[in-house]
Each structure stands twice: as C-alpha cells, then as structure tokens.
T-cell receptor, first 116, second 114 residues
Framework: AQKVTQAQTEISVVEKEDVTLDCVYE???????LFWYKQPPSGELVFLIR??????QNEISGRYSWNFQKSTSSFNFTITASQVVDSAVYFC?????????????FGKGTMLLVSP | GAGVSQSPSNKVTEKGKDVELRCDPI?????LYWYRQSLGQGLEFLIY????????KSGLPSDRFSAERTGGSVSTLTIQRTQQEDSAVYLC????????????FGQGTRLTVV
C-alpha cells in the first residue's frame, strides 16, 4: 500500500539557516507523482512542487530546492536562508497511476518554526 | 471563482446532529476532492468526484458520511449523527480533470462536535 513518511514532526531554526525536510515514500506503482504542500497558519494548503517518477532531476526555485532519489524512495525539500515567513507545516504527498492520480496520500507533516 | 471556496469556515454542532459542509470549486474544474485533517490522523482522503459521479469513495470513514455533487460544480459533504471523533478540518480541493494532479485547496471548514 502507498505510504508517505515525514519523520520530522517539528523543526526549529533561526532565520538565515538552511533547513531540509525529509520525505520517504512507499508505492508499488512504477508511475507516480510526488508533491510538497505548505500550510501556513491561515490553513490553506499551498502547492509548491510536483515531480513525476520518471524525472529525477533536482529542482531549484529561488530559495527552495528538491532532491528526488528513487534509489532511496526519498523526496527531500531544502529551504536555503530560511525566513520567518517560511514558518508553516509542510506536507509531502504521493499520487499513483493505479488510482488515476486522483487522490493524494499525505505524510503527517513537518512543522517548521523560523525565529528571528 | 478565483479559488476553492468552502463554507462555513467554522461550525460547532452538538453530538448527534447532522451537518452539511459546502465546497465551491474553481470554475471549470471537473474533479473535486474532500479530505479531512485531524490531529491524530493527519490528512486523509475521503472522496473524489469526476463531474457528478464519485468513482472513489474509499476514504469515507462510515456510512454516516456522504457527499454529492450536482451540476458538476458545488459539492456538499454531509455527516449524519455527528460524533466527537468527527471534529476536524474538512478540506476541499479541485483540479482541471482526471490525470491533472495539481489540486488547489480551499481553506477548509473547521468542525467541532461538542
């Protein structure tokens, strides 16, 4: 069965530190998508990135970068030079071809606290 | 509309009462999803609609939970005879269609059963 594990429940850093959020997934599908969402205190889930299982290229978007490694079933997320506004809960998620990509299986989330 | 809209934003109900939660997806989005976020269980999938039909209801936790979607747009999630364990944030999302994996989420309805 599909599963997403975010082992870090809460991370606290000081502004300008780099921080990596870990995500490990399990799936029997060979075709799947991986996602990261941000949930600020307002509660709305904000889409950050989607990656398909055939594309292992790392991606950088501003201060955000993602490292996808199929060999270790991991899809880690790094924030460089963190800012107070990055404080939120971050969710990693998986969708699978056999379910038509129609549903997301989420990890439990990692709460990131960035202090000034 | 500009985004996924959910109402009410907060709902307090007495145990045993029925509640209806509403989701208005982004205009033109044919796929609609309901998720539940609770402290103990994290984010759980409940049900998925493609148009007005629900090909995947596998996440509904009991027969007290039902959902419908009419006109391929607004959806209503109904919880009958609410229990305290139903207290959670109910999130709705929509996407352009089957296979479009970028789902946009609403801000959720916080349900508290007292």
């Amino acid at each position: 069965a599909q599963k997403v594990t975010q082992a870090q429940t809460e991370i606290s850093v000081v502004e300008k530190e780099d921080v990596t959020l870990d995500c490990v997934y399990e799936t029997r599908d060979t075709t799947y998508y991986l996602f990261w969402y941000k949930q600020p205190p307002s509660g709305e889930l904000v889409f950050l990135i989607r990656r398909n299982s055939f594309d292992e290229q790392n991606e950088i978007s501003g201060r955000y970068s993602w490292n996808f490694q199929k060999s270790t079933s991991s899809f880690n997320f790094t924030i460089t030079a963190s800012q107070v506004v990055d404080s939120a809960v971050y969710f990693c998620a998986l969708s699978e071809a056999r379910r038509g990509y129609s549903t997301l299986t989420f990890g439990k989330g990692t709460m990131l606290l960035v202090s000034p | 509309g500009a985004g996924v809209s959910q109402s009410p934003s907060n709902k307090v109900t007495e145990k045993g009462k029925d509640v209806e939660l509403r989701c208005d997806p982004i205009s033109g989005h044919t796929a609609l999803y309901w998720y539940r976020q609770s402290l103990g269980q994290g984010l759980e999938f409940l049900i998925y609609f493609q148009g007005n039909s629900a090909p995947d209801k596998s996440g509904l936790p009991s027969d007290r939970f039902s959902a419908e979607r009419t006109g391929g747009s607004v959806s209503t999630l109904t919880i009958q005879r609410t229990q305290q364990e139903d207290s959670a944030v109910y999130l709705c999302a929509s996407s352009r269609g089957t296979g479009d994996t970028e789902a946009f989420f609403g801000q959720g309805t916080r349900l508290t059963v007292v």
